[in-house]
């Protein structure tokens, strides 16, 4: 605490005043060291900057609670420092005139933003108003002279004019206690105001101002789409449309050729997002087709099925349909590593005519590796498998291979054609491998809905044909076969064409187009 003698000026004295500081004890050291500006005051250590601040704090509460109120005598202590209240600006050099202030005495404490020093000092209402982040603690009675005591009397007017100022180190002929002005709020740094929607600026003059008031809504949007839990495509599809025509519209008022790029790009987004939500839940298109549970799920393990197929078409090392169904299972089994186990009924339950002598074939061509003979693999169970291998689909040197899945993808494939070639309604009918391969082809070219084809255009039959290994003329009783059974239904077959849906049914099972 410091405090001055009577003023030459005007016999008042200097506030008091009291500053605690935080300072670090030393280099690689989390210890912080609180001092007092009071002589008194023992030096403290502590182990932590924020154990520091407490104890800062705490010691400057104890000096206000020990100190009495703010004394009525008692000028600024700031104005020995030449403070910007007490000095003018064209005064600089001058020496600070205690008329500068104004108002009752205060008992104030300030401290700066980082938290490095507390002051706790006496000073009038002005500089408690003129200092950012400073709060009064205590405020005192203003100050009043003998001839105030009384009310003006012809004897002894009132030596104050009407609407003078009246200042805390002279006399007020007002005997009762002033109000305190109320502190200036800690300056801010105010930056200009702006928004942004996928990494741009909206600028602020943006017009017309439906236009930004849009851009700044869809900002909002996604990145309150951003914060969900679960994702929901056709609320994402619908902001991607939004975006699109806004980025649009503000392509043509700007002019700028990226904001009509990013417009493409949202529109691709959405139809993407619809697709994927089309293709979760099994609506069609126009929303009104029923929710199916695939057994593959998402569209990235459709592309894996059709991309078996067709390496299967490409690389089938015989000829004929029940030669290519038997090859698509065996490559299933062995995908990922070129190697897989197998039992006899696997093999006996694909409807072929004579199982065992396509195996020898397949064995004979060096397409497929068995331990044993054909015989013993036809007739091993599940509790003892026939390993097999595949010497093309094992990995090369650099470990790739012909596919792109990995371990835990290859049975879910396999699950996925085991489940179609098995079908209950297939089997009962005593369906041919021509017939199953060919339900196992139209299941990977339908719309969401079942409708064969790209957005159930149809499918080429030269195409099917060649998918199938069958002559085209015989692909109108392959669609007889899979009406019967339950798996078609309006089929049409034109000369170049064919045309229908999957039953509901089956619908599970199916892989739809992009």
Same mark, same amino acid.
């Given at each position: ?54 104890? /800062? ?52 404490? @300030? ?8 002051? /706790?000092?006496?000073? =009038?209402?002005? =500089? ?9 603690? $205590? ?9 105030? !005591? ?48 996928? *990494?741009? &600026? ?24 951003? *914060? ?6 056709? +609320? ?61 799920? &998402? ?25 290519? +169904? ?41 397409? +497929? ?24 689909? !094992? ?25 179609? @070639? ?23 070219? $339908? ?9 159930? *255009?149809?499918? @080429? ?22 009406? /019967? ?25 199916? =892989?739809?187009?992009?």
């Amino acid at each position: 605490m410091t405090e001055a003698k009577a003023s030459e000026l005007d016999g008042r004295v200097l506030g008091r005043r009291w500053t605690v500081r935080l300072d670090p004890c030393g280099r690689g050291s989390s210890a912080v060291r609180v001092s007092c500006s009071r002589s008194s005051c023992a030096e403290q250590r502590l182990p932590s900057a924020a154990a520091g601040r407490a104890a /800062a704090v705490a010691h400057v509460k104890a000096h206000l609670r020990a100190a009495s109120g703010p004394r009525a005598e008692a000028y600024c202590a700031c104005r020995a420092e030449g403070c910007r209240t007490h000095i003018l600006p064209t005064d600089r050099h001058e020496r600070a005139q205690p008329g500068r202030c104004g108002g009752a005495v205060v008992l104030a404490v @300030v401290t700066d933003r980082g938290g490095r020093w507390w002051q /706790a000092m006496e000073c =009038c209402s002005r =500089c408690a108003a003129a200092t950012p982040g400073l709060q009064v603690v $205590t405020t005192g009675p203003a100050t009043t002279s003998p001839a105030a !005591a009384g009310p003006a009397t012809a004897d002894h007017p009132s030596n104050a004019p009407a609407g003078a100022p009246q200042f805390s180190d002279r006399p007020s002929p007002a005997a009762g206690p002033r109000e305190v002005p109320a502190p200036r709020s800690a300056p801010t740094r105010r930056r200009p105001a702006y928004r942004k929607i996928a *990494q741009r &600026v909206i600028p602020y003059d943006l017009r017309p101002v439906v236009l930004r008031d849009e851009l700044v809504e869809l900002g909002d949007l996604f990145r309150a789409y951003q *914060q969900r839990s679960e994702p929901d495509l056709a +609320l994402l599809a619908d902001l991607h449309e939004r975006k699109a025509r806004a980025f649009t519209t503000w392509a043509d008022v700007t002019g700028d050729t990226r904001l009509r790029l990013d417009a493409q790009r949202a529109e691709q987004a959405a139809a993407a997002a619809r697709l994927q939500h089309q293709q979760r839940t099994g609506h069609s298109a126009d929303g009104d087709g029923p929710a199916v549970a695939r057994l593959l799920t &998402v569209p990235t393990q459709w592309e894996h099925a059709r991309a078996v197929l067709a390496h299967v078409a490409d690389h089938a090392p015989l000829p004929g349909p029940e030669a290519r +169904l038997l090859v698509v299972m065996l490559t299933l089994r062995t995908a990922h590593t070129g190697t897989g186990n197998l039992v006899g009924q696997d093999v006996t339950a694909l409807g072929l005519t004579d199982p065992e002598d396509l195996v020898e074939q397949l064995t004979g061509s060096g397409w +497929l590796s068995i331990p044993g003979t054909v015989g013993d693999l036809l007739a091993s169970r599940p509790e003892n498998p026939t390993p097999i291998t595949v010497p093309s689909l !094992a990995p090369h040197e650099d470990g790739s291979g012909p596919f792109t899945f990995g371990k835990k993808m290859r049975p879910k494939l396999s699950g996925w054609a085991q489940k179609i @070639v098995s079908d209950k309604k297939l089997r009962k009918a005593k369906a041919s491998a021509g017939t199953r391969l060919f339900a196992l082809t139209l299941a990977t070219r $339908t719309s969401t809905d079942g409708r064969l084809g790209p957005d159930g *255009q149809g499918l @080429v039959l030269g195409s099917l044909a060649s998918w199938c290994d069958v002559d085209p003329g015989e692909l109108q009783h392959l669609v007889d076969q899979l009406t /019967a059974a339950d798996w078609l239904t309006d089929a049409f077959v034109t000369d170049t064409h064919l045309s229908g849906r999957l039953t509901e049914r089956v619908l599970p099972l199916t =892989c739809p187009l992009p």
